[in-house]
């Protein structure tokens, strides 16, 4: 089981890394500290906090999902598919500066991870309550961005 963790933590931090290479300057750029923030935007420290949470936490769910179902290639397609949505984000977002293409982007993902909550929470039971601060942030991060979307 820890081998099956460690492989999610490298692959899930190695998006995070990935995105960030993409993202460029992100938050700190003069394009982003121009927008039209939402009020309840959270101060820059949280994302990279709420994020090493997720990812810790998506980690050890992927790897117990993993190991108790026997459908692994449906399972691996969806994270395949996860993992390059949350990577996508940030180049449509922050480098090419498209506010509604990353919404279309932060909306699949979300729609995806809830899928994950609610279709495997039968096998997972407690476990699942793994995957619910991924859910719960990507619904802040899609409001976030869906007000940029709108208000620029």
């Not at 997972?124 to 719960?136: E, N, Q, R, T």
Request: aromatic share 20%.
């Amino acid at each position: 089981m820890w081998l099956k963790i460690i492989g999610f933590l490298l692959l899930n931090f190695g998006a995070l890394a990935l995105g960030g290479i993409f993202a460029g300057s992100g938050a700190g750029s003069d394009w982003y500290n121009q927008l039209n923030k939402a009020p309840w935007t959270p101060p820059g420290w949280v994302f990279g906090f709420a994020w090493t949470t997720i990812m810790l936490c998506f980690s050890v769910y992927m790897a117990i999902l993993f190991m108790r179902k026997t459908e692994k290639r449906n399972i691996l397609v969806l994270y395949i598919i996860q993992w390059m949505l949350n990577v996508a984000w940030n180049p449509a977002f922050f480098y090419f500066h498209k506010a509604n293409t990353g919404l279309i982007v932060i909306v699949c993902l979300t729609i995806l991870v809830t899928y994950f909550l609610f279709n495997f929470r039968r096998d997972l039971k407690g476990y699942s309550l793994l995957i619910v601060p991924y859910f719960f942030w990507l619904c802040i991060a899609t409001s976030l961005n869906a007000y940029i979307s709108i208000m620029n």
